[in-house]
């Protein structure tokens, strides 16, 4: 071969996936060493709780951790739900002072296949619908019907009014970690929780934290498309000039522990990605690096990686080498053997998850007839607490 065709070979070979992989591993390594710690502050009381409930009574998994919070916690569901829930729901309401809210707008949130969707508008607009017109407190907590945290609320949204925040994210820890596929799920959320040492505005809808008029604002503005809707939520926060930040407060949620229902749930996952970082290009601007990586790396770069791994060879061999070394260093603190698989599902989620999300993104978008077009007001500077 000429230099100038190993010149080619090397670009295109080994180069191109290497700087893919330190481009795709840089920010966690990043996140890994930095972040200011935030201030904490005495306990604040002045809270309601919101826990959107639909589908099943099963599904409200909390209710034990709920019941400390009383009345201040607002069961919020859907007006398409059977006798057999309301009355169920009623019970339970009834036995721990909780308040219910059924929301007349919302018809219902249930798939075809009889379990809670994993599209549509029923969740966001509960939440929506709730904050109009029943929440009076100047704070409020949203957290799924089966997360946990190990301190009370009160020290969360003390932590958010002595730093000053709007809106705000919290770590989430994996509760059942037995098997491998929620080991490795473990593995994957810690490297997440510490992006958003650096991105706070990825929040999660299984918890957030959020003073009431800043999250009503933001809620009147979302596309109300489910996935993707909670880092939507973060950020419209940033773009209408809330202090958005990102508070050390643990909350304990389950993943999927098989196969079947991981595959459910990262299917519509991927799919809100690709809602996010290829359909709402526009907020490159704000977000560049984060919408590069996810737009351009992620999405355009697929291809380059398929063709990487169909000529294997010195290029495939950096790659995981490169891949293996940021892996542990990230994980460096929790290490075991299980580290040894972490490269073989993420290049599983890359490869097979990234395209299929695209295909799904479609799916839910010609369904539900929402695009999930996210649109940004003009920035301003609201008054905080």
Same mark, same amino acid.
């Given at each position: 071969?000429?230099?100038? *065709?190993?010149?080619?070979f090397?670009?295109?070979?080994? /180069?191109i996936?290497? %700087?893919?992989?330190? /481009? ?14 935030p201030? =904490?502050? #005495? ?8 826990? #959107? /409930?639909?589908?099943?009574? &099963?599904?409200l ?10 009345? !201040? ?31 007349a707008?919302?018809?219902?949130? %249930? ?37 946990? &945290? ?6 969360l =949204? ?10 705000? +994210? ?12 929620? @080991?490795?799920?473990?593995?994957e959320?810690? +490297?997440?929780?510490?992006l958003?040492?650096?991105? #706070?505005?990825q929040? *999660? ?17 979302? *596309?109300?498309f ?21 508070? #050390?407060?643990a909350?304990?949620?389950? =993943? ?7 595959y !459910?749930?990262?299917?519509a ?8 970082? =290829?359909?709402?290009? $526009?907020?490159?601007? @704000? $977000?560049p690096?984060?919408w ?24 495939l061999?950096?790659i995981?080498?490169? $891949? ?5 260093i990230?994980h460096?603190?929790?290490? *075991? ?16 998850? &990234? ?7 479609? @799916?839910?978008? %010609? ?6 077009? /996210? !649109? ?7 008054? &905080?607490a």
């Amino acid at each position: 071969m000429t230099p100038v *065709s190993w010149s080619v070979f090397a670009l295109s070979f080994l /180069i191109i996936p290497v %700087i893919w992989v330190l /481009i795709d591993r840089s920010p966690t390594l990043v996140a890994a060493f930095g972040g200011r710690k935030p201030a =904490v502050g #005495p306990a604040v009381e002045d809270f309601e709780v919101l826990v #959107p /409930i639909y589908g099943s009574v &099963t599904y409200l998994e909390n209710v034990q951790y709920l019941r400390q919070y009383g009345d !201040r916690v607002l069961l919020c569901t859907t007006n398409g739900e059977s006798p057999e829930f309301y009355r169920e729901l009623a019970a339970i309401a009834d036995q721990y002072g909780f308040r219910i809210f059924r929301a007349a707008a919302v018809a219902g949130g %249930i798939g075809a296949d009889g379990k809670r969707a994993t599209s549509g508008a029923a969740r966001d607009m509960l939440v929506r619908e709730a904050l109009e017109h029943q929440v009076r407190a100047p704070y409020v907590v949203c957290i799924d019907a089966d997360s946990i &945290t190990d301190q009370p609320f009160g020290v969360l =949204v003390g932590m958010l009014a002595a730093n000053g925040y709007d809106f705000a +994210s919290v770590p989430l820890v994996p509760t059942n970690t037995r098997s491998v596929l929620a @080991r490795l799920q473990a593995y994957e959320y810690r +490297s997440a929780m510490k992006l958003r040492l650096i991105a #706070p505005w990825q929040v *999660s809808g299984a918890c957030h934290v959020a003073r009431a008029e800043a999250h009503r604002e933001v809620m009147r503005r979302h *596309s109300l498309f489910f996935q993707g809707n909670d880092v939507e939520a973060g950020l419209l926060a940033k773009a209408l000039g809330y202090r958005v930040g990102h508070l #050390p407060f643990a909350v304990r949620t389950a =993943v999927p522990d098989t196969l079947k229902s991981w595959y !459910r749930q990262r299917l519509a996952w991927s799919g809100g990605e690709f809602r996010l970082f =290829v359909m709402n290009l $526009h907020l490159l601007a @704000r $977000h560049p690096f984060f919408w590069i990586y996810g737009a351009i790396v992620t999405t355009v770069g697929l291809p380059f990686r398929w063709i990487t791994l169909a000529t294997g060879g010195w290029a495939l061999l950096a790659i995981f080498t490169l $891949h293996a070394i940021a892996t542990v260093i990230v994980h460096w603190r929790v290490r *075991s053997p299980m580290l040894a698989l972490l490269p073989l599902y993420s290049l599983f989620n890359s490869l097979v998850m &990234t395209p299929l999300g695209a295909v799904w993104y479609v @799916r839910m978008a %010609i369904a539900d007839r929402n695009a999930g077009f /996210i !649109r940004t007001a003009r920035p301003r500077v609201p008054a &905080t607490a």
